[in-house]
């Protein structure tokens, strides 16, 4: 069941020549952290280009509940912080619906002030691990009391007295990483973070825009990042940047869709996040980056894609993976296109996201006529090629943005329609999924 009121389908329809400009929400990351960093500091943050997906808005309510004054005045988000250890002990439950960064980062903010708060979530939220936050945030003297396996409901009681922790991640996750240094901003001395692969680093860049003392170091064992622990942070303008996540939708929906010609504006090439658009590249698609440019310290760029009927299944670089990790459902879409296989190994993480992403998907696939192999940590799509991909199943999306959207641009060039059994969660991080891909001539039905 889901939390966001009755189910509603929607189905995709083989579609064709899409064309035009697909202007796609702000960074969902940065949107979450621009909010919390901002709660964080003394004075007034403003920020533009806030997604104004549900995930964001549960951000945005949460810190109001721990006291910091958040609201919308014309289109700018106007935050007044609280400090850092400044955070008030919410009267109520704090609901991060279906966002494990809402609420990953925001125990890690709670987590050395001396307040405690209930954390809860959606169905799917509340089947996601959280003791790979809560393990680290004991380490700074939190305690937390969840569900058996470390699941929401929990309550976290946050350290009195609270110490600096050094800490390697046991699984590449920025969510991880950025609860740790959100914790050791209240800590007094240095808090370190080990990381062995590198994640999205909006946290770092972030955190040294609103002046705290962090450094990154490359170093044998990963990168070691060094955060200087009670800073009082200014409070900064900020303008966030199109999400790079849902620019990869209308993107691969062009490759797909015959005739089409999409360009995807102002869209970031953090190189922590780009992964998919080398990929693509890699398995012949002429998708273009025009105009390429430096905003805000991040290069940016204006995407070009176009149909493209010659794309070859490849092997796509373990080391990538966390530069590209929410676009594996996507790219398994453009795979079942392609010439031969697709493999994309070290990716366990896909299990644990907004639904096990492998299972779903490959699920879906297999329903649609596209063979799917999987383990643990890989899988491997055998491509149909174009004009052989059957389509015509209702497929379930698990309370899972991501899964929804990949079948529907799917469906795009399927024989046959593909309908998600529930297209609500897309309001999570691309309310304007629909507007946006029918205003490129892409056909979709409620
Ligand atoms: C995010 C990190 C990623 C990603 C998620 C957003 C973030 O998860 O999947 O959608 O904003 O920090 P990990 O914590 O697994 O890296």
């Given at each position: 069941m889901s939390s966001h009121g009755p189910a509603t389908p929607m189905s995709a329809h083989k579609s064709s020549g899409l064309s035009g400009e697909a202007h796609v929400p702000g960074d969902k990351s940065i949107s979450h952290r621009s909010l919390i960093f901002g709660a964080m500091a003394v004075?007034?943050?403003?920020?533009?280009?806030?997604?104004?997906?549900?995930?964001?808005?549960?951000?945005?309510?949460?810190?109001?509940?721990?006291?910091?004054?958040?609201?919308?005045?014309?289109?700018?988000?106007?935050?007044?912080?609280?400090?850092?250890?400044?955070?008030?002990?919410?009267?109520?439950?704090?609901?991060?619906?279906?966002?494990?960064?809402?609420?990953?980062?925001i125990m890690g903010a709670m987590a050395t002030c001396p307040i405690a708060a209930t954390f809860t979530g959606d169905a799917s939220l509340n089947k996601r691990p959280m003791a790979r936050v809560t393990d680290p945030l004991a380490l700074f003297g939190a305690r937390s009391y969840g569900r058996s396996g470390g699941r929401l409901p929990m309550t976290i009681i946050g350290a009195e007295?609270?110490?600096?922790?050094?800490?390697?991640?046991?699984?590449?996750?920025?969510?991880v990483k950025s609860a740790v240094l959100l914790a050791g901003l209240n800590a007094p001395g240095q808090t370190v973070v080990i990381e062995r692969e590198a994640t999205r680093d909006h946290s770092e860049r972030m955190l040294a825009g609103f002046g705290a003392q962090i450094v990154t170091e490359d170093t044998d064992e990963g990168h070691v990042i060094t955060l200087t622990g009670q800073p009082e942070l200014k409070p900064q303008?900020?303008?966030?940047?199109?999400?790079?996540?849902?620019?990869?939708?209308?993107?691969?929906?062009?490759?797909?869709?015959?005739?089409?010609?999409?360009?995807?504006?102002?869209?970031?090439?953090?190189?922590?996040?780009?992964?998919?658009?080398?990929?693509?590249?890699?398995?012949?698609?002429?998708?273009?980056?025009?105009?390429?440019?430096?905003?805000?310290?991040?290069?940016?760029?204006?995407?070009?894609?176009?149909?493209?009927?010659?794309?070859?299944?490849?092997?796509?670089?373990?080391?990538?993976?966390?530069?590209?990790?929410?676009?594996?459902?996507?790219?398994?879409?453009?795979a079942a296109f392609a010439e031969g296989k697709t493999y994309m190994p070290g990716v366990?993480?896909?299990?644990?996201?907004?639904?096990?992403?492998?299972?779903?998907?490959?699920?879906?696939?297999?329903?649609?006529?596209?063979?799917?192999?999987?383990?643990?940590?890989?899988?491997?799509?055998?491509?149909?090629?174009?004009?052989?991909?059957?389509?015509?199943?209702?497929?379930?999306?698990?309370?899972?943005?991501?899964?929804?959207?990949?079948?529907?641009?799917m469906g795009f060039a399927t024989n046959a329609p593909m309908t998600v059994d529930d297209s609500g969660p897309i309001s999570t991080s691309f309310p304007i999924f629909e507007s946006l891909m029918t205003q490129l001539g892409a056909k979709l039905t409620q």
């Open positions: 004075g007034e943050t403003r920020v533009t280009g806030l997604l104004e997906g549900q995930d964001v808005l549960d951000t945005a309510k949460a810190m109001r509940s721990f006291g910091a004054d958040v609201e919308k005045q014309g289109d700018t988000w106007v935050v007044h912080g609280v400090g850092v250890g400044g955070f008030a002990e919410p009267d109520h439950v704090i609901d991060c619906g279906n966002s494990g960064t809402g609420v990953r980062l007295n609270p110490v600096p922790v050094t800490y390697t991640t046991p699984v590449p996750s920025a969510q303008t900020i303008i966030v940047p199109r999400d790079p996540s849902s620019a990869a939708f209308p993107v691969c929906a062009a490759l797909i869709t015959e005739g089409s010609d999409v360009l995807v504006p102002n869209i970031g090439l953090n190189p922590t996040r780009a992964g998919l658009f080398y990929t693509l590249q890699d398995m012949g698609a002429d998708l273009t980056f025009e105009n390429m440019r430096e905003e805000g310290g991040e290069p940016v760029a204006d995407l070009r894609a176009k149909y493209s009927p010659d794309l070859k299944g490849i092997e796509v670089p373990a080391e990538r993976a966390a530069s590209m990790i929410d676009e594996y459902p996507v790219l398994s879409v453009v366990k993480e896909l299990r644990v996201k907004e639904s096990d992403r492998i299972d779903a998907m490959a699920t879906g696939l297999r329903a649609a006529g596209v063979d799917v192999d999987e383990g643990e940590d890989w899988w491997t799509v055998h491509g149909r090629g174009f004009g052989d991909v059957a389509g015509g199943v209702t497929v379930k999306t698990h309370l899972d943005h991501r899964i929804a959207m990949s079948f529907l641009v």
